[in-house]
T-cell receptor, first 116, second 114 residues
């Protein structure tokens, strides 16, 4: 596998279920991101992990819980979701210099989540 | 925080014509401005980016201009082709001290009519 991969590609869950989304990057990057893409608000940044440390939580409800065990893997744990959480969840990675120097973000294919 | 506005939301052009998409941003600390293309059912992919020390950048049929004083930047596509049909997102990235906090615009759906 190359680039950024995500599993599962599609997920249907009830409001009381607990599930996890997985992202893996094979690019040697040091930063990973979760985005939510919906028709109402395209590409909302949810979480940023830089060198495995969470550096941004963009006012995301606690029913979304990220985990970054190492610089290549990123998880999004879901519990007690609402129907309005249905969206495409995109993972991305990039290489960030310690003094800035931003570079391209590489996106995964996304997980299409439907909450019933 | 940063706020990025993008216009128009939809754009239809005849094949061979030019397309222009405009964005404005609010945070004067933003210094990196990427543009992403997302084809239907696919992931966003970077097509061009510009940094604040440059006013214009060109890559074949695609060009981006940046006006830091006015806080706006634009994407120009010349000689459009049907495969240019997609949703285009602009973005702004302020200096966040070592990590990227990209704010995206709301997207422009470009349709190139053969």
């Amino acid at each position: 596998e190359t680039g950024v991969t995500q599993t599962p590609r599609h997920l249907v869950m009830g409001m009381t279920n607990k599930k996890s989304l997985k992202c893996e990057q094979h690019l040697g990057h040091n930063a990973m991101y979760w985005y939510k893409q919906s028709a109402k608000k395209p590409l909302e940044l949810m979480f940023v992990y830089n060198f495995k440390e969470q550096t941004e939580n963009n006012s995301v409800p606690s029913r979304f819980s990220p985990e970054c065990p190492n610089s290549s893997h990123l998880f999004l744990h879901l519990h007690t979701l609402q129907p309005e959480d249905s969206a495409l969840y995109l993972c991305a990675s990039s290489q960030v210099g310690t003094s800035g120097g931003y570079n391209e973000q590489f996106f995964g294919p996304g997980t299409r989540l439907t909450v019933l | 925080g940063e706020n990025v506005e993008q216009h128009p939301s939809t754009l239809s052009v005849q094949e061979g014509d030019s397309a222009v998409i405009k964005c404005t941003y609010s945070d004067s600390a933003s210094n990196y401005f990427p543009w992403y293309k997302q084809e239907l059912g696919k992931r966003p992919q970077l097509i061009i980016d510009i940094r604040s020390n440059v006013g214009e950048k060109k890559d074949q049929r695609i060009a981006v201009t940046l006006n830091k004083t006015a806080k706006h930047f634009s994407l120009h596509i010349t000689e459009t082709q049907p495969e240019d049909s997609a949703v285009y997102f602009c973005a702004a990235n302020p200096d966040s001290g070592g990590y990227q906090k990209v704010t995206f615009g709301t997207g422009t759906k470009l349709q190139v009519i053969p």
